[in-house]
């Protein structure tokens, strides 16, 4: 009877990597917009180490189920407001004239 | 094992099997137009097989003409995407060396 | 047999996760983070979890994936490179080092915790009282319908954050239209947005009224119908409207209102946000077609973007 337990705890456990993988790609890409779909990465981790760990027998807590709806909506919004934000940016430094070319981070 | 289960592997299996050989044409054929023309085309009769077998599985109209709907919405909009990237392929062609 | 199919769906999650993450074309990165999103979409299916699935592909994939892509080829048309060079070495293998670490904890967290559906029978046991057989709707539109209440407010509020960052001069002209610039491109969408959305309308309906006792609900609604609404506005079928058209901004505001409105008569009656009895399906009902319609529309100028100056197009 171990099967069950560790079905329980894979989905939860496969977020809890996503949130690793999605933290690094957070810290080691450079681009914005990169970095952004690594927060989405983070928080699909996040939602299913959420919604997982309330699976029981045959169903799901409807619970965890509906705050989960709830965050992907609010994460949907981050990330438009995120892009939205990424594009001013871009246009504001071309605007600027120091044109696309001037390297964002000081990396040799 | 009845009848229907029968029917439902076999149809399934042919379903995987336009599937892979699908994929195998994404993989393997040089140019984007011969590519689009493996994934639509052999992938919506792939569906069509799964899809065919799912409403055999489950043994009623209303679900069945849901799974058709669905089929016609898949292949409608695998026509559609396959047509505008064909257009944006021949365009980097053209402008390519 | 289950056992084996999720622990091949995990392996393909984490596959794709990081391709999406740490591959070089970013074109590449956003077309695994589609996959990524559906197949988390078929790992919420396996937890039983279909109304998640449906708002993860839909939301999470669908929506999430034509934002990455428009701001890709906006600045891509701004002459902005989105490749970036590796990071410093150094800065990789610390960052390896922290994340392993953040990992171990964090599933030694979640496996100390064990899974249950404590709070189903609570919800079970609650749901003859509203009339309604989703458990989930229910949990979002009475049980805790003050989160989803505010969360129509957090939407409306991207919105108007996204419309704060028109450049000066722009306020209040339409985003930059989505219609494709080629004309035999635009042909081909045009027809295909014009087929669909009537029937992105008629398949957010029914996903809303079947969302009272299925899976399904207003947020699912809403971004089909956002889905339909982009389509058509990229084959040129519909224009973008103006950020002052005051026919937007009711239709922004009125599932948010209506929501609050309902709320507010039953602090009247009893309690905020609590339903008399017996008009409590009616009601939340009623809620959810105004709120999936804003949904709607909202999600959609979220995509389009802040007010742009005229002649502008991509």
């Not at chain 2, 040089?30 to 065919?52: C, E, I, M, Y």
Request: hydrophobic share 55%; net charge neutral; glycine share 12%.
């Amino acid at each position: 009877m171990t099967v069950p337990a560790v079905l329980g705890h894979l989905f939860p456990l496969t977020g809890a990597v996503l949130v690793g993988l999605g933290l690094c790609g957070f810290i080691t890409l450079r681009h914005p917009l990169r970095q952004l779909l690594a927060v989405n990465v983070i928080g699909a981790g996040i939602f299913l180490i959420l919604g997982g760990l309330g699976r029981g027998e045959g169903v799901t807590d409807p619970y965890p189920q509906a705050l989960v709806i709830t965050g992907i909506v609010v994460s949907v919004a981050l990330t438009a407001l995120g892009t939205a934000m990424i594009a001013r940016l871009s246009e504001d430094r071309r605007a600027a004239g120091s044109g696309p070319d001037q390297p964002k981070d000081q990396d040799p | 094992m009845t009848w229907t289960d029968l029917a439902v592997t076999l149809l399934l299996s042919a379903g995987l099997f336009f599937y892979a050989a699908g994929t195998v044409g994404l993989l393997r054929f040089p140019d984007a137009a011969s590519r689009l023309h493996a994934l639509t085309k052999a992938d919506n009769v792939g569906l069509g097989f799964v899809a065919l077998a799912a409403a055999l599985q489950w043994g009623s109209l209303v679900v069945a003409a849901k799974i058709a709907a669905v089929w016609l919405f898949a292949i409608l909009a695998a026509g559609t995407s396959a047509q505008l990237m064909a257009r944006v392929a021949r365009q980097d062609d053209g402008d390519g060396p | 047999m289950t056992a084996t199919f999720e622990l091949i769906l995990c392996v393909m999650i984490l596959g794709t996760a990081c391709v999406a993450l740490f591959v070089r074309d970013f074109l590449t990165a956003i077309a695994f983070f589609v996959v990524f999103g559906n197949l988390l979409g078929l790992a919420w299916l396996a937890m039983g979890a279909v109304n998640v699935a449906l708002a993860e592909i839909a939301i999470g994939a669908g929506v999430t994936g034509v934002l990455l892509v428009l701001t890709r080829s906006r600045l891509l048309a701004l002459g902005e490179e989105i490749a970036c060079g590796p990071a410093r070495p150094w800065l990789r293998l610390g960052a390896a080092a922290a994340c392993s670490a953040f990992t171990t904890l964090l599933a030694a967290a979640v496996l100390s915790i064990a899974p249950g559906d404590d709070l189903a029978p609570v919800v079970d046991g609650l749901m003859p009282r509203i009339g309604l057989d989703n458990p989930v709707t229910g949990v979002l539109m009475a049980f805790r319908a003050y989160d989803t209440l505010l969360e129509s407010f957090v939407l409306l509020g991207a919105l108007v954050a996204v419309w704060s960052l028109a450049p000066p001069a722009a306020w209040p002209q339409p985003p930059v239209a989505l219609r494709m610039a080629d004309p035999a491109a635009l042909n081909v969408a045009g027809s295909f947005g014009r087929l669909l959305l009537p029937v992105a309308l008629v398949m957010a309906a029914y996903l809303v009224w079947v969302g009272s006792d299925r899976p399904g609900g207003a947020f699912q609604g809403g971004t089909v119908l956002a889905g339909g609404f982009l389509l058509a506005a990229m084959g040129g079928a519909i224009g973008l409207p103006r950020s002052d058209d005051p026919r937007l901004r009711w239709a922004l505001v009125a599932g948010p209102l209506v929501f609050l409105a309902i709320g507010l008569a039953g602090a009247a009656t009893g309690r905020f946000l609590a339903y008399p009895d017996g008009t409590a399906k009616a009601l939340i009902v009623t809620i959810e077609y105004v709120l999936a319609f804003s949904i709607g529309v909202t999600l959609a100028l979220l995509v389009a973007g802040p007010p742009a100056r005229a002649g502008t197009g991509p």
